[in-house]
């Protein structure tokens, strides 16, 4: 099992949107995906189900108000190895005062993942900021995919990000290496806007080459409409080309990046892949 957390210190860059759309393209790819939002504001239900926008989900298991098996709040989708466990009711875990990243939390989140171990990959999405509860996922996973809107203001955040991460990282000490940084993601890029290329450029300059995905999500209407359906933007029709290619090309760079050929049990090949054993 491996997780992925996909954060950002700003709101609105497009984690949601990745969060869903990387979660069943990689489950389409044959692996068993869990998406969980670990958002209060309940981000994946708004995007995909007004019904499971009111189910028990990860606040209720932490908080306790959940069932002992965390497995039963588990919603499946018509596509058999995509699965969700929504947020659901954030109030009791929240409380008066925002949670600290405590030892005992991250115990708590490691438990809780823990029971998720049946599937290859678990796709979190936070809350933007990168404190309290986001900082002790974080702190817990193996994997950390940053979108980053290729927009003047949202890049200025970057570098500061990358200092938490670092901080996190160092706190975290030798006894482990993970979260490691799958990279970080272009998303809402206009192809077609000579400021949204001129950003990219710098984006691209300022930041270690191997840190920025190759892949790249442009800004694209079908979003909406998809989250508006409620559904990742592959099942919308007619189907948007584009934008359903550019979250398939996400997954195969993100399954290189997260090493997950090499947590199954798939036989030696360096090569190839067997169509059959
Ligand atoms: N590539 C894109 N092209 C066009 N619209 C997009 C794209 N990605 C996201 N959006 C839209 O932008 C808005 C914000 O996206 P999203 O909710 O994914 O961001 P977020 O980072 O999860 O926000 P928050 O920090 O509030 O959780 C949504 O309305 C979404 O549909
Ligand atoms: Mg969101």
């Known amino acids: 099992m491996t997780t992925l957390v996909i954060s950002s210190q700003k709101g609105g860059v497009g984690k949601t949107t990745v969060a869903v759309n ?17 958002d209060p504001q309940g981000g994946v239900g708004f995007s995909l ?10 606040f209720n298991l932490l908080n306790g108000t959940g069932t002992d098996d965390p497995n039963q709040l588990i919603l499946s989708t018509r596509t058999e190895d995509f699965r969700l466990l929504m947020s659901g009711n954030a109030d009791l875990f929240l409380g008066e005062e925002e949670p600290q990243d405590t030892p005992e939390l991250r ?9 998720f171990s049946d599937n290859d990959v678990i796709v979190i999405d936070s809350e ?45 000490g030798d006894s482990t290496d993970t979260p490691r940084l799958a990279g970080i993601l272009l998303t809402m890029v206009k192809d077609e806007d000579p400021i949204s290329s001129e950003i990219e450029r710098e984006i691209r300059e300022i930041l270690p080459t191997e840190l920025i995905l190759e892949s790249e999500i442009p800004r694209d209407s079908a979003f909406l409409r998809a989250s508006r359906a409620g559904v990742p933007v592959a099942l919308l029709r007619p189907q ?13 760079e993100m399954e290189v990046r997260m090493n997950l050929a090499d947590t199954t049990n798939q036989k030696e090949s360096d090569e190839y892949t067997r169509l059959m054993d």
């Open 128 to 172: 933007a900021g990168v404190h309290g509860l986001t900082r002790a996922i974080m702190a817990v996973s193996d994997y950390l995919l940053l979108p980053q809107q290729a927009e003047p203001l949202s890049a200025r955040s970057m570098p500061r990000l990358l200092r938490h991460i670092a901080t996190l990282r160092k706190e975290l």
């Open 107 to 115: 115990d708590r989140l490691r438990e809780l993942f823990g029971s």
């Open 22 to 38: 990387l979660a069943y393209s990689l489950a389409r790819r044959g692996w068993r995906v869990l998406l969980v939002d670990a």
């Open 49 to 58: 189900s007004e019904k499971a926008r009111d189910a028990k989900g990860f």
């Open 240 to 252: 948007p080309d584009n934008a359903t290619k550019d979250f398939d090309q996400l997954a195969a």
